[in-house]
């Protein structure tokens, strides 16, 4: 305990007022919710680079098809199982068009005397598989979005009116989702497929089936929880009407947990859908999807495993980066990891 | 007297995502043997984290102990091993915390919980541990003791937590209990009851007690000393008697004119304007002097040191200068000085001596 | 609890009655049934066959008897194969799906768990990142593609591991290794998370006061609150498995139920589909009440509070 008696300037004991106000000024610049959000998120790196991952594949999913002259459905034997090609690469001992014939290595290219480039190789019908990985990347991610948006709409209507009206409503609504969440997901989606025709639509609808419960359940919660909240009982007490109250202050709140769980929801949906293709219920040919075109590459994956290589590395890296943004965003918008 | 703890000058930081928070910025006292202080303070004034390095249990991962020592036994807590550190934890001082719905694990017996510390320390053999153990379930008033030592944490009350967590802190009768806000959970009618078990077996085992709390009523029940903190810093540290009836720091001053009182005259109670200090960036000079009434231009350039007011009595105020002019503190507290002999507003025995 | 099991299980003979039903009028709907190949016999063979399947009885009739056939256990008869019933071929198939499907969720389960200490206990380092890593590939990478990789590189390439078929044990590992990456994965993320919740709680703190060392910190207060509610993935995971394991016997040429299963789809033998399809219901929605009454068995806090939740 030092106490130090020096001396001290004369005027340095003057009184002086302090604005009270002046302490009650916050000094950090308030941040909304998603700029706070995304000031997190920048620092996850991994979560970056799968958003620069994920970009690159859609744009190359829309543009893909027509970065080539080759149509994904066009059947050209004379051209079949081709192995890739790409010019300026050869040197490098890649992409060269060689490939296996028999057991000695030849280029295909020159012996069966094709003039044109496939950049990523021919399946056994000769149709190209660049603008095919493409268009089937569109389409996956196609039946991935739209079950993932099918599942948020009904999930948030469906457990938003069973949070927030409660009671009796809650009860039936709740008794009816016990029994549909005992169904097992494989065996829903696989009747379902059964009844309908396999292509886009059946898959989305089989997928959607039930996939809205545990998106309903989240919401649920989430709306019981802020629903008796003091800022829902104030716009109450003000005379809010129950439409602005979910529209104004229920959604807001409850919208990051949404996003987070459509993040998770989507891969599981390209991963439903490459299954089912892989298991004979999925797209049928000439239309192709990242499990249709994984199909095909295994039945030649011992000697042209390029074919089976494209797509199975888009639908991992896909997953990976749907999965990792997931996370991301998780560590971002959970409020419980704030400091 | 014999001094327990000591700690000099202690100053520490946390590395956060936003930055360094200046946690505690150069904290000095001293707890004797047998006695109780208490250390008061708004949330983050640092009264726990002081306490939690005590104990060294400040995650290490951000935690930046910047200077200072605290001694205990002879040794430097801050600088032996953590091997040996926790052989001092649970034996030589022990810790309660604030809640007790969460400070119990709650997949292990009461019993093996109690237990757990007397196997550790005092190298008893199960038999030996499970009868003590008894012993202090019984000491704490928990009734069928037996009984109760084979349940898990839910089946108790709040309160009952409580005793148990105080009964694991006793396990080895510690020359020092740190109590960290232990009635801040529990409703008032419990609370009472575990500041008077506390009071009672510290007059059985002979402990000194560090009781940190925010709430001055307990303060003025269960203290002998008192250090008040602000913003990371002891801004006055005294006798109870003295922090309470001859207060000298206009942080204090607003403290004890916050707290309700009966015979108070004034209908509305009054409350310290502003926040307290971001310790991310503290304010330079007094961090007070920005919601203080009694803002000197000195308290903007310099961090007041600690002023002798008795042997026992210190404060950190440039008030106290022999240069500062003379103010006069709120009415309540003038109130309270009156009934102080030695404070400059006594008025007791009037008429009587000289 | 009883109060709680008894509801659980009412819930399940619902959802399972759900499932059967819509089973049924999928049967009577489609296209397909015992009768595809029904142009090629003579009226009077026709009658017999309809005759021997009940199939001239009124449709609720028909109903009636094909749930009280599943309560007994039958799933009906394949088209395909004369007169095998489907319940007879599950059971033949099953042993070898039990194989793939036990050793995939034990040691599955048991790395998963040491990955995630490992990531909990030296978070933010190597160790925590390498952990992360296999977590994250092993539940963004579809089990295919993974059991593809495996095949080409080990049996393929390197040929050290049988490619296919069953020829013992050892034709098990890649199938197996190929399955027990998504419980790896679930696991060792689970356990991570859990594990760092448990040891910011405040009665890690209290244990550190006592003077517990990291050991005792790490094992005996932090791991088994940790490790309990793993318990509740465990119904995901065997759901996962089954998943899998429709794939992975179908890649490594497993006469298991999954390749059956996959076999079936492509002859439209749509009496093992369903057949097969109730069994997997069954199976799922069996385990995961199982589940769920273990945790709180296991767990004091659900045990002896009556199961109010």
Redesign the interface.
Known sequence: MTTNMKKLPKDSFERITIDSSHAEKISKPSLSFWQDAWLRIRKNKAAIVSMFILVFIVFMAFVGPYMVEHDPEDVKVAHASLPPKIPGLEKLGIFDGEGKLGSKTVNLYELKKVEVNYWFGTDSLGRDLFSRLWKGTQISLLIAFVAAVIDVVIGVIYGGISGYYGGRVDDIMQRIVEVLIGIPTLVIVILMIMIMKPGIWSIIIALSITGWIGMSRIVRGQVLKYKNQEFVLAAKTLGASDTRIIVKHLLPNIMAIIVINMMFTIPTAIFFEAFLSFIGMGLQAPKASLGTLINDGYKFLEYQPHILFFPAVIISLLMIAFNLIGDGLRDALDPKMKD | MEKIVEVKNLELSFH???GEVKAIQGV?FEVYKGETLAIVGESGSGKSVTTKSI?R?LPK?STEYKNGEILFGGKDLLKISE?EM??????DI??I?Q?PM???????TVGNQIM??LL??QKLSKSEARKKSIELLTLVGMPKPEMRMKQ?P??FSGGQRQRI?IA??LACNPKLLIADEPTTALDVTIQAQILELMKDLQKKIDTSIIFITHDLGVVANVADRVAVMYGGRIVEVGTVDEVFYNPQHPYTWGLLSSMPSLDATEEKLYAI???PP?LL?PPKGDAF?????????????QVP????VSETH?AAT?LL?????Q?DPPAAVIERMKRFPGSRYYTGNAGGVR | MAKYITKRVIYMFLSLFLIASFTFVLMKLLPGSPLASASKLSVEQREVVYEKYGLNDPIPVQYVRYMGNLAKGDFGVSFQYKNADVTTLIVKKLKYSAILGAQALIFGTLIGIILGMIAALKQNTVWDYGSTIIAILGISIPSFVFAVLLQYVFAVWLEVLPVGLWEGWKSSILPSIALAMGPIAIAARFIRTEMIEVLSSDYILLAKAKGANWFEIAFKHAFRNALIPLITVLGPVAAGLLTGSLVVEQIFAIPGIGQQFVKSISSNDFAVIMGTTMFFSVFLIVIILIVDILYGVIDPRIRLSGGSK
């Open positions: 956060t995502f936003a000095n104990m249990l991962s091997k926790q052989k001092v934890r649970g034996k022990s810790m915390f809640d969460t400070s119990l694990n709650p997949t292990m757990e510390p550790k320390h898990y839910h089946q967590v694991v802190a304007p502003g926040t971001d960036d002097a920005l919601r203080s009434e009694y803002a000197m231009k000195i308290d903007m350039e040191p600690l002023f002798k210190y440039w200068h022999p240069d500062a002019p103010v």
